[in-house]
């Protein structure tokens, strides 16, 4: 079975363009997250999602950032007017949040490496 | 404020003997932790997981030890191999904040042959 995918796997962009990342869960997964890890830093939580409810977007560092998942299939991170400080590595990971208490676990796909130059 | 600590940034041990990551972590919500390894340019792979009810896991080489009271976790891998060598995460969370993993900075092991 396909694991998460996200693409592209590398992006360089010129300060000030928009850029959209993507991410494809692993089938099943209604939960889905976001996280980044900047150079020398620890993952940084972005954005959820689960089902249809509304998305948790408290990770969400300025309002250059957004993010949208169609059901429970492809999610999109859009970061627009890209700063230098928005390079890192972009990571997606996806759950079955088996709901209520239950924990479950987060897969991870490769990442996005975005470079601002 | 690091809700989640791995206090030792990197680790050597000999193939064959144990490896001990440790993690110590502040927020008593924390219910769920997990242990993911990670190689250079790829995203972190999940290795194993220990709920709050438990005080250890255990996954063939890997066990992971909880103590709840010290706001503390290990991960012991035994023995170790060369290809264990990569970065270890700690990663914790709790149903109050839809299960968002909190990281630790990652313990960077080596395993020497």
């Known amino acids: 079975g396909a694991g998460v995918s996200q693409s592209p796997s590398n992006k360089v962009t010129e300060k000030g363009k928009d850029v959209e990342l993507r991410c494809d869960p692993i089938s099943g997964h209604t939960a889905l997250y976001w996280y980044r890890q900047r150079l020398g830093q620890g993952l940084e939580f972005l954005i959820y999602?689960?089902?249809?409810?509304?998305?948790?977007k408290s990770g969400l560092p300025s309002d250059r950032f957004s993010a949208e998942r169609t059901g429970e299939s492809v999610s999109t991170l859009t970061i627009q007017r890209t700063q230098q400080e928005d390079s890192a590595v972009y990571l997606c990971?996806?759950?079955?949040?088996?709901?209520?208490?239950?924990?479950?676990?987060?897969?991870f796909g490769p990442g996005t490496r975005l470079t601002v130059l | 404020d690091q809700q989640v600590k791995q206090n030792s940034p990197s680790l050597s041990v000999q193939e064959g003997r144990i490896s001990i990551l440790n993690c110590d972590y502040t927020?008593?919500?924390?219910?769920?932790f997990l242990w993911y390894k990670k190689y250079p340019a790829e995203g972190p792979t999940f290795l194993i997981s220990?709920?709050?009810i438990k005080d250890k896991n255990e996954d063939g080489r890997f066990t992971v030890f909880l103590n709840k009271s010290a706001k503390h976790l290990s991960l012991h891998i035994v023995p170790s191999q060369p290809g264990d060598s990569a970065v270890y995460f700690c990663a914790a969370s709790h149903a109050g904040n839809n299960r968002k993993l909190i990281w630790g900075l990652g313990t960077s092991l080596a395993v020497n042959p």
């Open positions: 927020n008593s919500m924390f219910d769920y």
């Open positions: 990971a996806s759950s079955l949040a088996q709901g209520g208490g239950g924990t479950d676990t987060q897969y």
């Open positions: 999602f689960q089902g249809n409810s509304a998305p948790d």
């Open positions: 220990i709920s709050s």
